[in-house]
């Protein structure tokens, strides 16, 4: 282990915060003037802490260096102390970029609690609260500030953003950047444009899941390494998770599917059972009620406050079971998780380590059972299939919008643009043909409530611009069919399925056995229960 003592760049400590109601500013401009930092007092004192676990000290020490920084950590590792800790020494603001308001909202909480000042930056604010957080940020009140990733497509948030001082860019769930991740985000890559505004703030991106080609493609979509940046450093820090007893199950039909997760729910009574769609998801959960169990039901299509009510139930319950689709579980922060059961095959190996990875994050034994069927993977298929649509869908999309919105923006339904077109037989093709054209440059898009929303052309026919965007659709379209087949070949292998997770992350010096799987080893929580 390193020493935990930093000798900090004097002129990198100059600035002093500005006075604020904040009781702990004192102390932290006391941290500034320091020459000479002791990480572990920093760790007591502010975050009650008595030691780094695995990783967290080496991203400090290298972000404090000035270094960009790619932290590859397990899920439940810790990953956010990486950036809060060098918050607390650096000058400026740290500003945090993240998916989901919910994640950012525990966040800030959490930091609130140990009096540590943060803030957030997101739709749910008025104009107003913007404007008096924008003010405050400004005066200094805050050290750690989260934002969501289409703020940077908002030209009023780019001007304050240069005129802030930031001493760090962290990127929370950095695979989302890279569309060779399994959860692309096309709003990430309006960061690409942070390493040319603030060349002098280094950059942090965090996830917990990426193959060797996302690691890279986060540090190119990132822009680390170029235009006068140094080359990152890359502190990667084992994907294994002993405590996980993986397993898998071939079930044929809900009946057989059922009686493997009873097994479960009787001897783990706390976690997540993953449904690959949100019909999955609403069946299941009054199948186990009529079961006489209860659980909770989570998916994207619920209204936000009975989704905020479902998350709050979750956190404060003691014993939890949720039935969710993968709209739950960034950011879920319940570290007594004894169980992430599929009901249905997911879509790639990432999404699938992932979330089981929220289950045993107080290091004490989970079960982690996947309930394998072959419909399940033409599920699958057709999610990718959707996801990605064909080049013909989306030239069709683009004819009828370019069409019907000459004349001026256009609110209609997704149902109604779908009659309008034809050619498209579901809505979530549909979305993804809107969502392309957007990112294209073609339309925008503003939602006004669900389901419908206002389509503006934007007067550029960039014919380049959308044939590169078709050409990277069929080549995502090749690498997510990949990735399922990479999940099924996991389904059957025969060997250890720990190693067989660590190879595909790209780990070396793999033992044979793991001792903490169906294939290790014939007796355990998840091969016992199920």
Not at 68 to 74: A, C, E, G, R, S
């Amino acid at each position: 282990m390193k020493s935990s003592k930093m000798k900090l760049d004097p002129t990198r400590c100059s600035h002093q915060l500005r006075s604020c109601a904040v009781g702990c500013h004192a102390e932290l401009a006391w941290l500034q003037r320091s020459e000479n930092i002791e990480l572990d007092e920093i760790l007591i004192r502010y975050f009650g802490c008595h030691r780094f676990k695995p990783g967290q000290q080496e991203a400090i020490q290298s972000i404090l260096s000035g270094t960009d920084t790619v932290v590859i950590m397990p899920t439940g590792s810790g990953k956010s102390l990486c950036y809060q800790l060098p918050a607390m020494i650096l000058p400026g603001i740290t500003l945090v970029v993240s998916p989901l308001i919910a994640l950012m909202k525990d966040q800030v909480d959490s930091l609130e609690k140990r009096s540590l000042p943060a803030t957030t930056l997101n739709s749910t604010l008025s104009r107003k609260e913007i404007g008096e957080t924008v003010r405050r940020i400004q005066d200094g009140a805050y050290k750690l500030v989260y934002v969501s990733p289409e703020r940077f497509k908002s030209a009023a948030f780019l001007k304050n953003f240069q005129d802030w001082h930031v001493s760090l860019l962290a990127v929370d769930e950095a695979h989302c950047i890279s569309q060779w991740g399994h959860d692309f985000r096309p709003d990430y890559l309006a960061l690409n444009r942070v390493s040319r505004l603030k060349p002098e703030a280094p950059i942090m991106a965090l996830t917990a899941t990426a193959t060797p080609e996302v690691r890279e493609d986060i540090s190119v979509q990132l822009g680390l390494g170029t235009q006068g940046r140094g080359n990152p450093s890359f502190q990667i820090h084992g994907f294994q998770r002993k405590n996980l007893f993986l397993s898998v199950r071939e079930a044929e039909g809900k009946e057989m599917k059922l009686r493997h997760l009873l097994k479960v729910l009787e001897k783990r009574p706390r976690g997540i059972v993953y449904c690959a769609t949100r019909r999955h998801t609403e069946e299941l959960s009054q199948l186990l009620r009529d079961c006489g169990i209860r659980c909770l039901c989570y998916h994207a299509g619920l209204p936000t406050r009975v989704r905020q009510e479902v998350q709050d139930r979750f956190a404060i319950q003691p014993d939890p079971i949720i039935v969710a689709t993968n709209a739950f579980g960034m950011g879920v922060d319940r570290p007594d998780l004894r169980f992430v059961v599929h009901w249905d095959v997911p879509g790639s190996l990432e999404a699938y380590y992932q979330e089981v990875g929220r289950a045993g994050r107080d290091d004490q034994g989970a079960t982690c059972l996947l309930l394998y069927n072959e419909a399940d993977v033409a599920t699958q298929e057709f999610l990718t299939r959707s996801s990605t649509p064909e080049q013909d869908e989306v030239r069709a999309t683009w004819d009828v919008v370019k069409r019907v919105c000459s004349l001026g923006p256009v609110d209609w339904s997704l149902s109604e643009w779908g009659e309008r077109i034809g050619l498209i037989t579901n809505e979530i093709t549909l979305r993804n043909c809107l969502a392309l054209l957007e990112r294209s440059n073609l339309i925008q898009k503003e939602r006004i409530r669900k389901g419908r929303a206002v389509i503006r052309l934007t007067g550029k026919e960039d014919v380049d611009t959308l044939r590169s965007q078709l050409e990277a659709l069929s080549e995502k379209r090749e690498r997510d069919m990949r990735k399922l087949k990479a999940l099924v070949r996991y389904a059957h292998t025969r060997r250890c399925r720990h190693g067989h997770i660590l190879r595909y992350f790209g780990e070396k010096d793999i033992p044979d056995r793991c001792w903490s799987c169906d294939r290790c080893v014939r007796s355990g929580p998840a091969f016992s229960a199920a």
